[in-house]
């Protein structure tokens, strides 16, 4: 499999999530005639191809033999994380295979921990049917919500169900002369023996939430919420890099894996030293300029994926899905192809101040969603959005002035309008697209 070389410089770029199917003005959803909203005005789910599975809450005892038809798998209806670590005790490993001929979504194990020992087990198909042809399928759009009634009714609190993101237990590439490998749905060998070393959730833009909770407290007693977008959950960040350059072999590519060296060319007065971007520090810029200059070279030894469908980095990748359960009886999950989709639009939000900056700077989206803070370095995706008008307005804090706002990566069809003075931005948001503004900010002198 020849590498794909994903090279982030400036800033992270990030997958354009959808909602949407069909090009309304956000503010209020057309109901009749051709343009009528459906995800709005429905059950929140897009339409179009897509595979389902429902997750079943049973009682403990639960054998396994029943199969309410469909897709399915088991959990305990009520499986609190483990006391001691506060980790979830029940898990659903994805699988994804390139190399397999499946085209539909197979349930491989039905039962989480609680029933057999090990996780259940879903396989995701790379392919997919398009046109009576067996076409790539781009990755997928997770949509979930639940069903049944919450706590038999009007019993309070709701009932409500954890997911966490999906972390890397396996990952390999076909290096040809397996014949098996199709067949597969764990890697043949050592993981990640061929694709290099994966370095996981918690470096360099991993996902800020750790969770996505159903909840649909709003209606005790109907049992139903609107679709969430929790594709998210399913995205992986951080660093896709050769193991030979985790020099320290400790599985983390960091500052202590940059080569030491005179970068700054005066040996006589300063010592060898890793700032290898000669800014006077050591730390994570240094680390990126690193990976950046091992990728330029004619055989690129790094490469990045910013923010990528979890199951394309490699030709077969198996992740696993944390869970918490209180209480919920069904939770119905929608994987859309991204190739047979319509694309939605997102809005991300990055702040940016002096580096040794601890103020959380308040931001308010409009309506599209409440009021958040961020500190320097982070940043806020607001989910899948329609096409429509947005503003996003920072609230400065006491001492800090806006100096500028940019924008990354910014499609030449979006049409904006920057008030620093009000520390506004007014993005028309087209269909399927995705912006993603910069507030920069300098403390007043």
């Known amino acids: 499999m020849k590498r794909r070389i994903v090279l982030v410089v400036t800033a992270l770029t990030v997958v354009a999530l959808l909602v949407g199917a069909t090009a309304v003005m956000a503010a209020k959803p057309q109901k009749s005639g051709s343009g009528k909203d459906v995800i709005a005005l429905s059950n929140g789910f897009p339409s179009g191809q897509h595979f389902n599975l429902n997750i079943h809450g049973k009682q403990a005892g639960f054998s396994g033999g029943e199969d309410p038809g469909g897709h399915s798998v088991f959990t305990l209806e009520y499986c609190p994380p483990d006391e001691t670590t506060g980790e979830p005790t029940e898990h659903i490993q994805y699988v994804s295979n390139k190399k397999a001929a499946v085209t539909d979504l197979q349930v491989l194990d039905k039962c989480t921990e609680a029933f057999d020992t090990t996780p259940a087990k879903v396989q995701l198909p790379y392919k997919v049917m398009v046109d009576g042809e067996a076409t790539e399928a781009g990755g997928y759009y997770v949509f979930a919500r639940i069903l049944g009634k919450p706590n038999n009714g009007n019993i309070e609190p709701t009932s409500n169900i954890i997911l966490y993101p999906n972390t890397v237990v396996e990952a390999c590439n076909d290096l040809g002369g397996n014949e098996e490998f199709p067949d597969y749905t764990e890697c043949p060998g050592d993981p990640l023996l061929a694709l290099g070393l994966i370095v996981g959730q918690n470096v360099y833009g991993a996902t800020p939430e750790e969770y996505v909770r159903f ?3 709003a209606t005790p007693g109907k049992g139903k919420s609107k679709a969430t977008d ?8 951080g660093w896709v890099v050769d193991a030979i350059l985790d020099d320290n072999g400790d599985g983390i590519i960091d500052i202590n894996d940059v080569p030491v ?8 007065t300063t010592p060898d030293n890793r700032d290898y971007n000669n800014d006077g520090f050591e730390d994570e810029a240094d680390v990126e300029a690193w990976l950046t200059d091992m990728a330029a070279l004619a055989e690129p030894k790094a490469w990045y994926f910013a923010n990528e469908w979890i199951f394309n980095i490699a030709d077969l990748v198996i992740t696993e899905q944390g869970l918490v359960n209180d209480g919920t009886k069904l939770v119905q999950i929608r994987f859309y192809p991204v190739v047979t989709t319509t694309f939605g639009s997102h809005i991300i939000v990055e702040k940016d101040a002096p580096a040794d ?17 961020l500190r320097h370095g982070e940043s806020k995706d607001s989910g ?7 503003t996003v307005t920072e609230i400065l804090p006491d001492g800090w002035d806006l100096d500028y706002i940019t924008f990354v990566d910014l499609d030449p069809s979006t049409d904006t309008l920057v008030d620093v003075g009000t520390q506004t931005v007014t993005i028309e948001l087209a269909p399927g697209e995705t912006v993603h503004v910069k507030f920069h900010n300098v403390p007043i002198s």
């Open 215 to 217: 909840d649909p407290a």
């Open 230 to 237: 929790i594709t998210r959950l399913f995205i992986y960040t």
């Open 261 to 268: 060296a005179d970068y700054d060319g005066d040996p006589l």
């Open 357 to 373: 900056t601890a103020t959380a700077f308040e931001f308010d989206p409009g309506y599209y969603g409440n009021n958040f803070s």
């Open 384 to 390: 899948a959005l329609e096409a429509g008008t947005y």
